[in-house]
């Protein structure tokens, strides 16, 4: 069974410009989440879909950030326009049931604004 | 003080011994935890959960949750030097969202 995987695994973007960072879930999971990690920081949660649902997006930074799961199956997050303070490492998750079951993590996406 | 705290480390330990990370958390109705591995540059690997107090074992690795003082702790026994890497403790207060750790960095030396 494939994992979770994330396009691109890295991107390099000058500031004020536009980047899609996108999500595959493992198949048949119907929770998925996006965290970030910002250098020297823990891994912080940005937002939680069910199927094509957004149940929980209390993690968003600003509304630079829009997330998307068209049809409830692969997710993209945008950043428009991106800023300096958005460098970090994307991570995508994905998990079978809510309510505290374990999420598997994709490799990542590591973004770079100069 | 944070929500999830883990010592940074690096944490020492020779070949064949047990390596014990320690995590503790603040908010009293926290009902899940996590352990995670993370080689450098990789993504963050499910090792361990556990929901109730006690332990819980899986091949070298045992998972001891205590809700009363908050803390969670992970024992690795027989430490290899593969398992070098970074540990994240992950806890789900409720809702569906992980507060993680900064995580502990472990060195197993041959």
């Known amino acids: 069974e494939a994992g979770v995987t994330q396009f691109p695994s890295h991107s390099v973007i000058e500031k004020g410009q536009t980047v899609t960072l996108r999500c595959d879930p493992i198949s048949g999971h119907d929770n998925l989440y996006w965290y970030r990690r910002v250098m020297g920081k823990e891994i912080k949660f940005l937002l939680h879909?069910?199927?094509?649902?957004?149940?929980?997006e209390s993690g968003m930074p600003n509304n630079r950030f829009l997330a998307e799961r068209t049809g409830g199956t692969y997710s993209t997050l945008k950043v428009q326009p991106a800023e300096l303070e958005d460098s970090g490492v994307y991570f995508c998750?994905?998990?079978?049931?809510?309510?505290?079951?374990?999420?598997?993590f994709g490799p990542g996406t590591r973004l770079t604004v100069t | 003080q944070k929500e999830v705290e883990q010592n940074s480390g690096p944490l020492s330990v020779p070949e064949g011994a047990i390596a014990s990370l320690n995590c503790t958390y603040s908010?009293?109705?926290?009902?899940?935890f996590f352990w995670y591995r993370q080689y450098s540059g990789k993504s963050p690997e499910l090792i361990m959960f556990i929901y109730s107090n006690g332990d819980k074992e899986d091949g070298r690795f045992t998972a001891q949750l205590n809700k009363a003082s908050q803390y969670v702790s992970l024992l690795i026994r027989d430490s290899q030097p593969s398992d070098s890497a970074t540990y994240l403790c992950?806890?789900?207060?409720?809702?569906?969202?992980?507060?993680f750790g900064g995580g502990t960095r472990l060195m197993v030396k041959p």
């Open positions: 992950a806890v789900n207060v409720g809702g569906n969202m992980l507060t």
């Open positions: 908010d009293r109705g926290s009902q899940s």
């Open positions: 998750a994905s998990s079978q049931v809510t309510s505290g079951n374990p999420q598997y």
């Open positions: 879909f069910v199927k094509e649902s957004k149940q929980d």
